[in-house]
């Protein structure tokens, strides 16, 4: 029988996470305040405990991971590194395809691998409560549940539109005892300026951040959490990438091709950054960050510093993006719709290191209903993403032959994303067109930096 599962022990989960920033051949860019000037780790006290902030600049290949993180990681981890024989055998393809399967984490996506160190390092630090946002609503669910585990009060600011596609998301948040509140809300003063303009205000993840930190910077026992972006989150992601080498030593195999679904590019660093490190190296391996054609920062954005959130609390950071105030259309891979992408992500793409493409709505939920078909599992449309652009590649292996090895990322379940489905299903999804206009006229407003 051939062998589907390639399992690692408890005692393989990683001791340390590994730092991109150690084999890229420029140094990152460094992020800007207000006057244009970089910014010391001081500027970031107010939201970050220092422990987070010195992971942030970083330029240590390896971070140890503290002992109580690895034990509240083996909850879920390590996670199944899988090789998709049936979704092979359905799509007729010599490639060999493998997934790494994190939707086995309580909270269904590879968002808890950075909740828990994020949670662990701010109780270590004193703080009570932390505010955060939330897309699709994995990110809050897993801040919820590493709050819960280090005794953190987590406070969501979930983007409206999601907020009202997947109740369920906020009752399972609330199960883990975070509070909920659709944004733009009334809470902060940025969300009812967005109110008062505009009532019925779809939200974006922009906004929701520019909520979150405002509460985070006026309260002292109060601290923020990013789900994505920022240089430590990507690193806490590594463990994914780190545990896949392993997998693929195990099953005597490596990838040619390395696919993820991009919003922020934390699960996309997460998987790739660690393949990254063998390329520097001289070995052949190419990495594919897969985005939305609505939402399409690497492969339609600017390459500029911008703000990282729509009122433009956060400092500016150098990235591909589509404009602070660019709003996306109502995609229902809620994860993905962020006008920006993270620093070192956007760093090696630009120096043509990793790549990129874009893909249609509907293309992906073709893709995502195959891969349910014959791998049993139901993916989130944020996943489907990756699952269309490794299939595409799968279908051109077939044409030319090629026994090509690729990997993709199975980032998080779609149990609270059924209602697209059956959207989809019932031929009510729409592919949005690229949204020229709205983007041009957001990028004319990208703040001027000498
Ligand atoms: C399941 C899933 N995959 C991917 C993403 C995209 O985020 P990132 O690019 O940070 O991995 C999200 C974001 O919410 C998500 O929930």
């Known amino acids: 029988m051939p062998q589907t599962k390639f399992l690692l022990d408890e005692s393989e989960i990683p001791t340390h996470w590994y ?12 992020p800007l305040g207000p ?17 987070l902030i010195e992971q942030e600049v970083s330029a240590e290949r390896w971070i140890a991971i503290p002992e109580p993180v690895r034990e509240a990681l083996n909850m879920y981890r390590p996670s199944p590194l899988i090789r ?43 703080i009570k409560r932390i505010a955060t946002e939330t897309g699709a609503g994995q990110w809050g669910s897993a801040m919820s549940l590493a709050g819960q585990m280090f005794g953190i009060e987590v406070r969501i600011f979930m983007v409206r539109v999601s907020y009202d596609q997947k109740p369920f998301r906020r009752s399972m948040m609330e199960t883990w005892g975070g509070q909920v509140f659709a944004s733009p809300s009334m809470e902060t003063q940025t969300g009812r300026a967005i109110l008062a303009k505009d009532p019925n205000n779809q939200g974006s993840l922009g906004m929701a951040i520019s909520e979150a930190v405002e509460e985070a910077a006026s309260r002292p026992d109060t601290n923020y959490a990013l789900g994505s972006v920022l240089n430590h989150v990507l690193l806490h992601q590594t463990i994914i990438g780190l545990e896949a080498k392993k997998q693929f030593a195990k099953a005597g ?15 996309f660093g997460g998987v790739a950054f660690p393949f990254f490190a063998d390329k520097a190296a001289g070995k052949n391996v190419r990495l594919v960050a897969v985005e939305p054609t609505s939402c399409p920062t690497l492969t339609k954005g600017t390459y500029a510093y911008d703000f990282g959130d729509t009122a433009g609390f956060t400092p ?9 105030d660019f709003m996306p259309p109502g995609i229902h891979a809620g994860g993905l719709r962020y006008h920006g992408d993270s620093p070192l992500v956007s760093q090696l793409y630009h120096e043509g ?8 709505q509907l293309a992906t939920f073709e893709a995502g209903v195959t891969f349910a078909r014959a791998e049993g599992i139901i993916p989130a449309p944020e996943s489907n993403h990756a699952i269309r652009a490794c299939i595409d590649e799968a279908l051109r292996c077939k044409q030319t032959g090629e026994k090509k090895t690729l990997f993709f990322n199975l980032s998080g379940h779609g149990h609270f994303d059924m209602a697209s489905y059956d959207r989809y299903f019932a031929g009510q999804l729409e592919d949005f067109n690229y949204p020229e206009e709205a983007i041009q006229a957001s990028l004319a407003k990208l703040p001027q930096v000498a």
């Open 84 to 126: 998709a024989h049936r979704l092979e055998a359905a799509l007729g393809t010599p490639a060999r395809i493998y997934y790494k399967n994190e939707s086995v984490s309580p909270a269904g996506s590879h968002k808890v691998n950075t909740a828990i160190p994020q949670a662990y390092f701010n109780q270590q630090a004193g």
């Open 35 to 51: 006057d244009g000037k970089p910014i010391g780790p001081e500027a970031l006290t107010a939201i970050f405990p220092m422990s």
């Open 253 to 267: 195999d490596y990838p040619d091709m390395v696919f993820a679904p991009c919003g922020g590019g934390s699960n």
């Open 353 to 360: 290191l990793i790549e990129a493409v874009a893909v249609p």
């Open 19 to 30: 730092n991109v920033v150690a084999d890229m051949p420029n140094p990152p860019t460094p």
């Open 316 to 324: 500016l950071m150098k990235m591909y993006t589509l404009g602070h």
